[in-house]
């Protein structure tokens, strides 16, 4: 993966997350009416976790890579 592939990769991740935050407040708006159910917010928060998780390997990747391509690095090699 090369760092563009890299930077929009995280770019879209990013707006998964974006969009994950609008459903919970728009689900926190549901929750405060009489009528809703809290199974969907449960469902919610499971997404945001799992979504956050695969940011943080997609994050994990770039320090790596960013690592891997530093002449600085232990090796020097580049890849």
């Known amino acids: 993966m090369n760092r563009a592939e890299l ?12 969009d994950a935050r609008a459903m919970m ?7 405060a009416s009489p009528q809703h159910d809290p199974n969907f ?19 994990a990747l770039g320090e790596m890579h960013t690592a891997s391509n530093d002449p600085s690095s232990s ?3 580049r890849h």
């Open 7 to 18: 930077k929009r990769a995280i770019a879209e991740w990013d707006q998964v997350i974006d």
């Open 25 to 31: 407040a728009h689900f926190d708006a549901i929750e």
């Open 75 to 77: 090796n020097g090699e």
């Open 41 to 59: 917010r449960q469902l919610l928060k499971f997404h945001e976790d799992a979504v956050l998780e695969r940011r943080k390997c997609v994050d």
